[in-house]
């Protein structure tokens, strides 16, 4: 089993393990979440530029695109959560021409599209910092399972006719560092909207052990997140499902059964 997955579920488990002993504290909270923004991918030019084996002049790239992450969360006080995080950082596209109007009198030409997208599956441990009963800042530090697929189309014409055709598809993946920074506004006691940028580190090593980080990406995002007391589905909670309180045998609904019992 590769060493970095190992690690990820490793975590995964410390993680479910601390769950498991502070999750039901009368101060935790469960929350869902979503954002959308703007994704950035800060190498992926040079992928691009190494399966053209052309120059930088000869290529048209679009390194950003519409992001969005999805978010499962434990807060087990104020200040700590744990996080499960989706992310999809969109695509990441080059078109490639190249012309040579005469080589021993015939037009040879070339063109070539690519395209490239990350999506992540990470693990974070939260850190919060409230600012007065609305406002707070938070930070995220994870790890990630991260997948980079990528797809091109060749096309080498020779005098206006197609000569050769390559098209085909690949998948890269690892497991690396994620991070993130954010700002949260309280709206009601249960919903909060955020801002967040987050980013996803992806060192590849090829075959020939050169690394990379040509998958690299980072977005920055606006969502809302809605929150849960953890009482609320705890029968032995300071808040049970039945109300704001736990049910007795001295509650009203039973003073005829239970009276003799109360009065002691």
Same mark, same amino acid.
């Given at each position: 089993m590769p060493?970095g ?8 488990c ?6 498991a002993?502070?999750?039901?504290a009368s101060?935790s ?5 979503a954002?959308?923004g703007?994704?950035?991918y800060?190498?992926i ?7 053209g084996g052309g120059g930088?002049?000869n290529y048209d790239t679009?390194d950003?695109d519409?992001?969005y992450?999805?978010?499962l969360?434990w ?7 744990i996080?499960?995080?989706y992310?999809?950082?969109?695509d ?16 040879v030409s070339?063109?070539a599209?690519?395209?490239a997208?990350?999506t992540?599956?990470?693990i ?9 009963d609305r406002?707070g ?6 790890y ?5 697929e990528?797809?091109?189309?060749e096309t080498l014409?020779f005098?206006d006719r197609v000569?050769t055709?390559? %098209?085909?598809s690949? @998948? #890269?993946? =690892? /497991?690396?560092i ?5 700002l949260?506004f309280r709206?009601t006691?249960?919903l909060?909207v955020f801002g967040?940028?987050?980013a996803?580190? %992806?060192e590849y090593e @090829? #075959?020939? =052990? /050169?690394?990379h980080d040509w998958?690299d990406a980072s977005a920055?995002?606006l ?9 609320v589905f ?5 808040q ?5 309180r736990?049910?007795t ?5 039973y ?5 003799a019992?109360?009065k002691r």
């Amino acid at each position: 089993m590769p060493v970095g997955l190992t690690q990820f579920r490793l975590c995964s488990c410390v993680s479910l393990l601390i769950l498991a002993q502070y999750g039901w504290a009368s101060d935790s909270k469960i929350y869902i979440g979503a954002a959308a923004g703007s994704s950035s991918y800060a190498g992926i030019d040079d992928l691009f530029y190494e399966l053209g084996g052309g120059g930088e002049q000869n290529y048209d790239t679009s390194d950003s695109d519409v992001a969005y992450q999805l978010q499962l969360g434990w807060e087990i006080s104020r200040y700590v959560a744990i996080e499960v995080a989706y992310s999809d950082y969109g695509d990441a596209d080059s078109e490639y021409r190249y012309q040579n109007p005469d080589v021993n009198g015939h037009q040879v030409s070339s063109s070539a599209e690519y395209q490239a997208n990350l999506t992540a599956t990470n693990i974070s441990i939260k850190g919060m910092l409230p600012l007065g009963d609305r406002f707070g800042l938070y930070g995220k530090l994870g790890y990630a399972k991260w997948l980079a697929e990528v797809s091109w189309n060749e096309t080498l014409y020779f005098d206006d006719r197609v000569d050769t055709r390559s %098209t085909g598809s690949d @998948d #890269v993946d =690892g /497991n690396d560092i994620s991070y993130a920074l954010g700002l949260d506004f309280r709206l009601t006691d249960n919903l909060i909207v955020f801002g967040e940028y987050y980013a996803q580190l %992806t060192e590849y090593e @090829d #075959v020939a =052990g /050169n690394t990379h980080d040509w998958f690299d990406a980072s977005a920055v995002t606006l969502g809302l997140r809605w929150q849960f007391d953890v009482g609320v589905f705890n029968r032995n909670g300071p808040q049970s499902q039945y109300g704001n309180r736990k049910l007795t045998a001295c509650d009203d609904k039973y003073k005829d059964i239970s009276g003799a019992i109360c009065k002691r």
